[in-house]
Every structure is written in C-alpha cells, then in structure tokens.
C-alpha cells in the first residue's frame, strides 16, 4: 500500500495498538438537546435525524454482533472500538452513561470506546466519568464544529457558540482525553478563506483528530428547504478536493485524519451528485494529493 500524504487513522490505531483496529457504528437510541427544546428546537438545518448506521430497534449487543461478523470476515484478527455515532451520546443521566458506557466496554474484543457529541452536553459528573474511563482504556470523544464563525454556527442552528466549543475541547484535554473534531466544507456563504481559518483555529485547540466533510443536501432537512429557496451554490468535486489540500498543509501534523470525505445516504441525496460513489471520490482525493505533492503540514 502506498504512503498517504497525511496521518491517516489506520496508521494511527496499528502504531497504538500493534494490530488491525475497527470502530463499530452504534445507535443507543439518545436524543438530542438542540431538537427537543433543551437547546433548541428542529436541530441543525443539515441533520437528517438518523446520522450513524447502527439499528436502534436492536440491542447494543446484537448490533455490535452484527458488524463484528462482517468485519472478520475481513480481518479475522481484528479487535474493535464501538463508536456511538447517532445524535448526542452524553445526554443522559451520569449512572444510564456508565451502564451503557461500561457495557460495551465488556464486549469480546474491545479495546477502546468513541463518543460522539456536542460541546454543550456535558455536566461536571459527566466530565469525571470520562475521566475515569480514559484512565481505564483509549477513549476518544468526536464533537462537531463545522465553522470556526459564529456567523455560520447561528446559521446552522447549532445552538452553540465557538467559545463554548473551545471550553469544552479545554476540558477535554485537560483530563488528557482525545478529541476528534468535525468540520464542514462548502457550507452556505463560507469562502475559502473561512474553511481555512477554521483548519487554523482547530490548530490552536490541541486535538487529536478530525474528520473533513463535503456539505451535502438530503431530503427532510431545514437545509433542503432552503436549498430550494435559495439555490446557493455548492463545491464542485474539484473545488473540494483543492480546498481540502490547501487545509491539509495547514494541519498540524500531530493530528490524525479520520475522514477526508463523508458518504451521503444515496436515496435520500439532493445535491452534490458528485458524492455518490466513495471509493471513487476517496481515490481521486488520494491521486490529487500526491500529484501535487500536498503533505500535512507542510505550509503551518
Ligand atoms: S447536534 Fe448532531 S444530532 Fe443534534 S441536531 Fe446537530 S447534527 Fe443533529
């Protein structure tokens, strides 16, 4: 296999761990604060509501269960991490986060735990739980950004401010947990001066990772409403991957990339047509990465 041209995470997990690491999607069936008026009402104009692939109706052991087979039958020698990916995975009580928390952390193989969530769920107990289970194992927790302006974050309704993120993310780190970051290109009205500011900005926070999207209109959304309003415009497939370069060399060279690009859910995909097709996209960003000789890191 050739070398990437940045940190990817399966380099990552085979430095820690020595061996072939997967992470396992699960839904534990959590709501949301930035839906159900603890936050704000309706959520973020580009959430579909059923973000992550794990099946809620079915235990959090039946769907571990279920990708884990399909896994080894790749890699009979893999061990794995259960992501919890769907809504916001610290918005319960302290005891219902440990017992889900410490469930999964019992299943065969596991040698880790991701958290996906927002900057404003956590209390002060929440904070300790991690703690202690980071002490215990690799704990990583995700937590969504987007924009680096708070302009753009009202616009998406994230019900949340920069500062806030930045409190949070110092928290984090201050109990030596990881923290894996998401951000979002081609949002409306960003330029590419912005998507680079926010790449600067996730510098300046001391995390672990990050995971890039493509902007992506999906039936259902507040975003598709106004999409149809508005018709702002879009990143074609080559202003993306352009962009991405330009934040690629902007990266700290410390921080793993999880994701370089997001698959939409292809029935329910309005705009970009260009995303259907993962392996084609994620192909043509590794060729235009090494045809233009971009590393990670190179310009910070
Ligand atoms: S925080 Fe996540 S789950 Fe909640 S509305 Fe926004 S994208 Fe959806």
Not at 54 to 74: A, I, P
Not at 78 to 93: G, Q
Not at 107 to 114: N, P, R, Y
């Amino acid at each position: 296999m050739k070398e990437k041209n940045y940190k990817s995470l399966d380099e990552f997990y085979k430095k820690k761990f020595g061996f072939k690491v997967c992470k396992v999607s699960l839904d534990a069936g959590f709501d949301c604060p930035n839906k159900d008026g603890s936050k704000g009402f309706g959520g973020c104009i580009f959430c579909n509501g059923s973000i992550g692939i794990g099946d809620k109706d079915l235990s959090l052991k039946e769907q571990f269960m279920q990708v884990k087979d399909t896994l080894y039958k790749k890699w009979p020698n893999a061990k794995f991490i259960p992501f919890l990916e769907a809504n916001t995975n610290t918005y319960a009580d302290v005891k219902e986060l440990r017992k889900i928390y410490e469930e999964l952390l019992d299943f065969d193989e596991v040698v880790g735990l991701c958290i996906s969530t927002r900057c404003d769920a956590f209390t002060g107990e929440i904070y300790d739980l991690l703690e202690e289970i980071n002490q215990k194992t690799y704990l990583s927790i995700e937590l969504g950004l987007q924009s680096s302006f708070d302009e753009t974050l009202k616009f998406l309704n994230r019900g949340h401010t920069v500062d806030e993120f930045t409190s949070c993310v110092r928290e984090l780190r201050r109990r030596k947990i990881d923290v894996v970051v998401h951000v979002i290109n081609g949002l409306p009205y960003e330029t590419e001066e912005m998507m680079i500011e926010t790449i600067k900005y996730v510098n300046s926070l001391n995390v672990q990772g990050i995971k890039f999207h493509m902007l992506f209109i999906e039936e259902g959304t507040a975003l598709a409403e106004l999409y149809d309003r508005e018709h702002f415009t879009l990143l074609s497939q080559e202003e993306y991957v352009r962009i991405l370069g330009k934040q690629l060399e902007m990266l700290d060279k410390a921080v793993v990339v999880h994701r370089l690009l997001s698959g939409p859910d292809n029935k329910k995909l309005i705009e970009p047509k260009w995303l259907v097709g993962k392996f084609k996209n994620l192909n043509y960003i590794e060729m235009f990465l090494r045809d233009h000789n971009i590393k990670q890191g190179q310009k910070k």
